[in-house]
């Protein structure tokens, strides 16, 4: 694959070398001084370091590497992988801005006062709630997750977390867009999307178990002493990257798939209306895009039955290979699977059924 | 992952977004260009985090004061272990920014006709004929819905100007395209238009064909393509939005 993966080991090694060296900071203290300027002339070398080899090695084997990288199906699975990083990052970053914020600056009982007490009532209010979270489906991950942990009832943070990238203003502008002269479009994607994310509320309230939710657990346990804007750094920091990992997992697979699936081979089922919903659906799972542009590609899946796109639509700001990544790392897997396949199911059933009655 | 580690990473890809955005147009090779401003704030707001990360827990190395370490070592299984990953894009957009996406991806689609277009509630005629003048300058958007869509005859007789990279197809023919991005290059859609009487240039390279328009398949159904007869074909520079198939001229994109 890519040449960048094998510039990381040096890194690592250096990081275990130096988790090794014991540390020296507890000196007297008059050498503290002196000390102190050592070792930050020590670090900032040793820190430019891979700096310095990384871009030399990039100038001198730049060509050669490039020109390795230059089949052409290769290059399309790089440029596909770093957009799908790219664009996700921004809406991450929010996403786990409003998270840490939320577990550093809101006290719990904020939410309790909220949220109504029945967890049934719940369910609906935190999907409704969706609405006000703008981004796509990476900003709501982190978000669920600091709800959680702030004790929102596990089944209406999973509402929010499957109704916010669905239902936000932008998204829904954005389908109005790429439908133009077809409100009923936005309005079956908003009745469905909510729809689902209600359902699966409630079905988690009857057969979720804990023990398949690992509840995301802090990097901040109680820290004495250590202010709030302290513990909104540190899980600020903790989330992106947690999270951002997951987020590379994810791309690389959909890039996988965006490169390797032609479009035209669709063409072969839209003939049929339940292959075609039933392929759509699936589509959107293994494609990720976005949620804010993948009403601009259903717009273009000429061909097939509003319903499909519906599916389309409705599915892929719920259930993707991204975002299955992403609730793994924040959810635990055994929880990611088994939630996104009932997802799955029960966004194709409401998709079915809105678009039967509106479209 | 050390912390260390971590500020190390979050500065590589703070630096890394303000290259590809600030300091360079690359971005446009992969994201819509209305996300710059995203993007730049990413950048800043991932370099400060490192900044202060390096201040509280002392740049970089080696003070043992967190606590946070043992628990990511054994908590959570699979923890921010896997933000080793992120260093594959930081390291990717900074030294090795792949090209934008070309001729592999434009041939792998159909050359699609775009959807036809509804008609307006005004009446107003869809097409309104081309502005005069001897050759006109068209996006590839507008010259393909015109040649399959355009029953009243626009294009009949005029020469136009088309701006696109080559994608070769069978038997040596070859297209002029264009892909068309919404939100990411994960989402590009294929314009492209057959070139007739011309030798193909070589693959992905970007050129202006001027030529009339060569009718294929009947105007107005699915069977139609879009396919131009070329006079002319002169190689030009990549533009810096590769994905923005605009002309700035006249109007409708």
């Not at chain 1, 020109?67 to 996403?95: C, Y």
């Not at chain 1, 994607?189 to 699966?200: D, E, Q, Y």
């Not at chain 2, 896997?82 to 894009?89: E, G, Q, R, T």
Request: charged fraction near 15%.
């Amino acid at each position: 694959m890519d040449s960048d993966v094998d510039i990381a080991p040096p890194l690592r090694e250096r990081g275990d070398g130096d988790r090794a060296s014991p540390p020296r900071h507890d000196g007297p203290d008059r050498v503290d001084g002196l000390g102190t300027a050592v070792r930050v002339a020590s670090h900032s070398l040793i820190a430019g370091v891979p700096v310095v080899v990384l871009g030399g090695a990039a100038l001198m084997w730049g060509p050669d590497v490039t020109a390795a990288l230059d089949h052409r199906a290769v290059a399309a699975w790089r440029t596909v992988f770093t957009a799908i990083v790219i664009q996700g990052v921004p809406f991450l970053l929010l996403g786990t801005l409003v998270s840490a914020a939320i577990s550093a600056f809101v006290p719990a009982r904020v939410f309790t006062r909220l949220l109504p007490s029945n967890p049934a009532l719940a369910v609906p209010v935190a999907g409704a709630a969706g609405a006000v979270l703008p981004g796509c489906e990476c900003a709501s991950v982190p978000v669920a997750g600091s709800l959680m942990r702030r004790g929102v009832t596990p089944a209406a943070a999973l509402a929010f977390l499957l109704s916010a990238p669905a239902i936000n203003p932008i998204v829904l502008v954005a389908t109005y867009v790429a439908f133009p002269g077809n409100p009923g479009m936005v309005a079956a994607r908003l009745i469905a999307s909510l729809l689902t994310s209600v359902a699966m509320g409630w079905l988690w309230l009857r057969a979720g178990r804990e023990e398949w939710l690992r509840l995301p657990k802090g990097p901040t346990g109680h820290t004495p002493g250590a202010g709030r804007a302290e513990e909104f750094r540190v899980s600020l920091q903790h989330d992106f990257l947690h999270a951002g990992g997951f987020l590379v997992v994810g791309a690389a697979a959909a890039a996988t798939f965006n490169v390797a699936v032609p479009h035209s081979v669709l063409r072969l089922f839209s003939d049929s209306p339940w292959l075609s919903v039933a392929l759509l659906g699936l589509l959107a799972v293994l494609l990720a895009v976005c949620s804010e542009a993948d009403a601009f590609v259903a717009a273009s899946l000429t061909g097939f039955s509003p319903t499909a796109r519906l599916a389309f639509m409705v599915v892929g700001p719920m259930v993707d290979l991204k975002l299955i990544a992403l609730q793994s790392g924040t959810f635990g897997r055994a929880f990611a699977l088994r939630f996104s396949s009932a997802t799955w199911v029960t966004a194709m059933l409401c998709s079915a059924l809105v678009g039967w009655w509106l479209l | 992952m050390k912390r260390n580690i971590q500020v190390l990473l979050l500065l590589f890809l703070g630096v890394g977004l303000l290259h590809i955005s600030l300091l360079s147009d690359l971005y446009l090779r992969y994201v819509r260009p209305g996300l710059q401003p995203a993007l730049i704030a990413s950048g800043v707001l991932l370099i400060v985090l490192g900044a202060v990360s390096a201040a509280r827990d002392g740049f970089p190395f080696n003070r043992p004061r967190t606590h946070h370490d043992h628990e990511h070592g054994h908590g959570h299984a699979g923890g921010p272990r896997v933000a080793w990953l992120l260093y594959v894009p930081a390291l990717t957009i900074l030294f090795l920014a792949p090209p934008a996406l070309g001729s592999y991806t434009a041939a792998r689609d159909d050359a699609k006709a775009p959807t036809a277009p509804k008609p307006s509630a005004s009446g107003s005629s869809l097409f309104p004929a081309l502005p005069a003048g001897q050759a006109v300058e068209m996006s590839l958007n507008d010259f393909t819905s015109r040649a399959v869509w355009d029953t009243s005859g626009t294009l009949k007789g005029r020469t136009v100007r088309l701006t696109g990279f080559v994608t070769p197809g069978r038997h040596g023919t070859w297209y002029v395209s264009r892909l068309a991005i919404s939100c990411c290059a994960a989402d590009a859609t294929v314009r492209k238009v057959r070139v007739h009487a011309a030798a193909a240039p070589p693959a992905d390279a970007w050129v202006t064909v001027t030529g009339t328009w060569h009718p294929t398949g009947e105007v107005g159904t699915d069977g139609a393509a879009p396919a131009l007869d070329a006079t002319a074909v002169r190689r030009v520079t990549e533009p810096k939005d590769p994905y923005n198939d605009v002309v700035a001229t006249w109007g409708r994109g």
